[in-house]
Structures are given as structure tokens and as C-alpha cells.
């Protein structure tokens, strides 16, 4: 019981909006055209991500709920031919922006069929993201070692701040291996998602839609540990570059 009242503490902690400095309230000072396709191809990344942590279907009547976090360590650079035009992304300046992370809460179900929907929510440094999706296990899964399982992953969200919306979808095909304390994965997908540019914002390009897609790729690792606990690690590479993923859950 201690545990998981550490763990609950943790998840609200995670899900909290209460930072110094809403990073994404920045975006109206500094978005030009020569940012804002960058700036929409790692938003997608971002909320791409996260996506499977497990690597495998739950199986039907399971379930799972916790918090994850999603991380871009530096926002890829702006169009551009100097190395000051490169600096200006849709946030600020890159070196000034730093690392970026998003966290959000998220619940997962086990249906028939080898299908497992989830919904995820947050709202966070002037941002809040809602959506959810499917799993769907290609294969029968085998629970013995050494066994791969196939798994297709579809999402939809749709993000809100003050001076942008977006709409996000995004596919990937998930490769897990059963091994005895851990189960490693592998995953790619397409993040295809639509930016619109308010009114409100302080540009010539407000009123503006930018569309864009962009390849990310996956590589981790989930443990079960103690107390019905679930820890996920991954690594992802993106328009943005290198990323990161983590997700400590319940499940049953």
C-alpha cells in the first residue's frame, strides 16, 4: 500500500500544470515562416511518442493507468542559411529553449480480439493535449521466452495553448521479444499532424494552417516490478533527433 501511495503522489505530480514559465505561450513571439514547419514536425514527435510502452497487448480484461513523460532534448532547427536564422525556432532561441518535456496521464483497456484501446490527457506549460487509440497484436501472444509478437498502434489528439491548436495522427508497427525479466521493443511510425495558427497570435501568419508528417522510431524496454508495477524506458529518434520516453504504470 505504501508503494502505491508513493506511485498516486508521483502521478500527480507528473500531470501537474504548475511550472515557473508556460514555454508554449512563446510560441506567438516567435513563430515566422521559416520555423513554423519545423516547429510542426517535432510537436508531432512529441505527441507521437509514448504511444506503446509495453510492447506487447495487455490481453483481453486487462488494464493499466499511470503517468509517462515524453522528451525532445533539443528542438531541430529553423530554415535557414545562417547559423543565427537556424537558432530561431517557434519557442525561442534553441539553445535558450533547451529540453523540452511533456507529460500527460494515461489509461489503457484490454479488449477482444487481441485489440487494447487507451485514452491519455494533460495539461502542461500552456498546452493540453487529449486523444487515445488502438493496439492491435498481429500475432497470438505467447507468453514464453523468446517469443516475438507484431503489434500496429493507431492514435488521434488534438492539442490546444494560447496561440496554436493542432491536430495529430500517427501509425507505427511494434516488434517485442519475451525474455525472462524484461521485454525489449522496437518500433516505427508516421506522425501526420495539421497546425493551426490563431488570430491571437502576435504574426503575419495568424489564421495560418501548416501541415506536415515526419518518421520516428522507437527502441526500449519494459520491466514488471513489484506491487502490480509497470516501468517502461525508450529511446526515440525524430525530426527533432534524439528523444526520450518513460511511463511507470499500474497494472493488473
Same mark, same amino acid.
Given at each position: 500500500?505504501?508503494?502505491? /501511495? $508513493? %506511485?498516486?503522489?508521483? *502521478?500527480? @505530480?507528473? &500531470? ?82 533547451? /529540453? $523540452? %518535456?511533456?507529460?500527460? *496521464?494515461? @489509461?489503457? &483497456? ?82 501526420? /499532424? ?6 491571437? @497570435? ?51
Amino acid at each position: 500500500m505504501k508503494k502505491l /501511495t $508513493v %506511485f498516486f503522489v508521483f *502521478l500527480l @505530480a507528473c &500531470i501537474s500544470g504548475a511550472q515557473a514559465r508556460n514555454i508554449w505561450d512563446d510560441f506567438g513571439t516567435h513563430v515566422t515562416e521559416k520555423n513554423v514547419r519545423p516547429f510542426t514536425k517535432d510537436l508531432g514527435g512529441l505527441i507521437g511518442s509514448g504511444t506503446y510502452t509495453t510492447g506487447r497487448v495487455l490481453g483481453w480484461g486487462g488494464f493499466q493507468i499511470g503517468p509517462r513523460g515524453s522528451m525532445i532534448f533539443k528542438m531541430s532547427e529553423a530554415n535557414g542559411e545562417t547559423h543565427a536564422d537556424k537558432q530561431k525556432t517557434a519557442l525561442g532561441d534553441r539553445d535558450e529553449v533547451g /529540453t $523540452v %518535456f511533456y507529460p500527460w *496521464l494515461q @489509461a489503457d &483497456i484490454g479488449l477482444p480480439f487481441r485489440i487494447d484501446g487507451f485514452i491519455r490527457a494533460s495539461s502542461f506549460q500552456g498546452m493540453t493535449i487529449a486523444g487515445g487509440g488502438l493496439r492491435w497484436g498481429i500475432t497470438q501472444p505467447n507468453e514464453m521466452l523468446g517469443s516475438l509478437q507484431p503489434m500496429l498502434v493507431v492514435a488521434a489528439h488534438s492539442a490546444s495553448a494560447r496561440d496554436f491548436s493542432a491536430s495529430h495522427y500517427n501509425a507505427s508497427l511494434v516488434l517485442s521479444m519475451k525474455i525472462k525479466y524484461f521485454v525489449p521493443y522496437i518500433g516505427g511510425g508516421v506522425d501526420y /499532424t495539421t497546425l493551426h495558427i490563431n488570430s491571437v @497570435a502576435a504574426t503575419a501568419l495568424a489564421g495560418d494552417n501548416e501541415y506536415a508528417a515526419t518518421a520516428r522510431g522507437t527502441v526500449g524496454m519494459n520491466f514488471k516490478l513489484p506491487s502490480y508495477l509497470d516501468l517502461s524506458l525508450a529511446a526515440n529518434y525524430a525530426h527533432y533527433g534524439l528523444g526520450a520516453e518513460a511511463s511507470l504504470s499500474v497494472r493488473f
